[in-house]
């Protein structure tokens, strides 16, 4: 098993050419914290939230970290499927199957809390960016990841924030 510490998130060193980008351990305890705040705000099932926030890339600590254009979806979906699967086999069946039915409804993205979380993910992208950027990394091969998160966030108050913050 790869330490989520130590997988970078390739998005950021393919597109934007970072030499030392963040990891996805970096990625998803932002996006943890995040989510836990504005679930709250909008009176979501928070604690399942971060359980799938936690859970989200955990199976990248087996397969690593795929962009797009390396691997279509449908392949992607397999190998974290079976990476988590594998992954959570080793806990107690009742966790497993706590855990596995909170993956699923992540990755099957229809439920309230699947979407806030899928659309976070693009907020928190779109945070990271802007970071980068302010650091003084190309603006405009960021654009790629904030235009991902203008066009995907639908949620009304995450819209409201996107809004603000890119202004």
């Not at 979501?44 to 397969?63: C, F, G, Q």
């Amino acid at each position: 098993m790869i330490d989520l510490k130590k997988v970078e998130r390739k998005g950021w060193k393919n597109k934007l050419e970072i030499k030392n980008p963040e990891s996805v351990a970096d990625h998803s305890y932002s996006l943890s914290a995040l989510s836990m705040v504005l679930a709250d705000l909008q009176g979501l099932d928070t604690r399942k939230i971060l359980k799938m926030a936690l859970l989200h890339d955990l199976a990248e600590s087996v397969v690593g970290d795929y962009t797009p254009e390396e691997i279509s979806k449908l392949e992607k979906i397999k190998l974290e499927n079976d990476a988590m699967e594998k992954i959570l086999s080793k806990l107690p069946t009742n966790l497993t199957k706590e855990y596995l039915k909170i993956w699923n409804e992540f990755q099957i993205n229809k439920t309230q809390e699947s979407e806030f979380l899928h659309e976070m993910d693009k907020f928190e992208m779109m945070l990271q960016a802007k970071q980068y950027v302010s650091e003084g990394h190309s603006k405009e091969k960021a654009q790629i990841f904030i235009k991902t998160a203008n066009n995907e966030i639908k949620n009304k108050k995450l819209r409201e924030l996107l809004i603000q913050i890119l202004t």
